[in-house]
C-alpha cells in the first residue's frame, strides 16, 4: 500500500518568502505528525494533529509556523516569512491512532526546504 | 537541553560482529522507547521498541535493553550485516503523543 507522501521533494525559495509543504499520511491514520530535521541532528518535534485538531503544536518555534489538518487527512506546514535558519528537512508522519499506548509512525521521505 | 542523547556519532563494526549503539535519557517520565533506522534520503523507519515495563525486547538479530535507574537503553544487532549500516535514532515518549528523537548514530558495517 502507499506510505506517507510528501510534496515538494526539495523547495528552494528566498528569505522572506512564504512556503507551505503538504503531506499525504497513510489512509486511515488518524495521528499526524510534522518533524524538523537539521544536519546532523535527529527530527525535532514541531506538531501532532489527532484528527483534524492540533493536540500539540509546542514544538513550533515561532508564529511564523503554522499547520493545518482541515479534513483530518493531508496536512499542510506553512512557514511566513522564511529566514535561513529554517533550512532543514521537514519530516511527516502519520500512525493508526495515538493514545495512551504508543503507536508506531510511519514517515514520508521528507521536503528538503532551502531558503537562500 | 537535550532529553535524548546519543554520545556516539558514528561506529564501527566488522561484518558478523556485534553492534551496540547506546542512547541516554534525562526525562523519568518517558514510558516507550524506540529505535529508529534511517537511509540517505528516506525517512526513518520504525526498527523495534520497548516499554518502560520491560527491560528487553527482541526481534530476531535486534535486542533493545532498558535500565531504568541508569536511564540508559542500548541497541544489540547480532550478527552485524553490511546492510545494517545507516544512521541510527533513538527515541522516547511521555504517554504515547510528543516523541523526542536523539541526534543519531552512524553505523558502518564493513564486509
Known amino acids: 500500500g502507499a506510505g506517507v507522501s510528501q510534496t515538494p521533494s526539495n523547495k528552494v525559495t528566498e528569505k522572506g518568502k512564504y512556503v507551505e509543504l503538504r503531506c499525504d499520511p497513510i489512509s486511515g491514520h488518524t495521528a499526524l505528525y510534522w518533524y524538523r530535521q537539521s544536519l546532523g541532528q535527529g527530527p525535532e518535534f514541531l506538531i501532532y494533529f489527532q484528527g483534524t485538531g492540533a493536540a500539540d503544536d509546542s514544538g513550533l518555534p515561532n508564529d511564523r509556523f503554522f499547520a493545518v489538518r482541515p479534513e483530518g487527512s493531508v496536512s499542510t506546514l506553512k512557514i511566513q516569512r522564511t529566514e535561513r535558519g529554517d533550512s532543514a528537512v521537514y519530516l511527516c508522519?502519520?500512525?493508526?491512532?495515538?493514545?495512551?499506548?504508543?503507536?508506531?509512525?510511519?514517515f514520508g521521505p521528507g521536503t528538503r526546504l532551502t531558503v537562500l | 537541553d537535550q532529553q535524548v542523547k546519543q554520545n556516539s556519532p558514528s561506529l564501527s563494526v566488522q561484518e558478523g560482529r556485534i553492534s551496540i549503539l547506546n542512547c541516554d535519557y534525562t526525562n523519568s517520565m518517558f514510558d516507550y522507547f524506540l529505535w529508529y533506522k534511517k537511509y540517505p534520503a528516506e525517512g526513518p523507519t520504525f526498527l523495534i521498541s520497548?516499554?518502560?515495563?520491560?527491560d528487553k525486547n527482541e526481534d530476531g538479530r535486534f535486542t533493545v535493553f532498558l535500565n531504568k535507574s541508569a536511564k540508559h537503553l542500548s541497541l544489540h544487532i547480532v550478527p552485524s550485516q553490511p546492510g545494517d549500516s545507516a544512521v541510527y535514532f533513538c527515541a522516547a515518549s511521555a504517554g504515547g503523543f510528543k516523541t523526542i528523537f536523539g541526534a543519531g548514530t552512524r553505523l558502518f558495517v564493513k564486509a
Open positions: 508522519a502519520s500512525s493508526l491512532l495515538a493514545g495512551r499506548s504508543y503507536n508506531e509512525q510511519f
Open positions: 520497548i516499554s518502560s515495563i520491560k
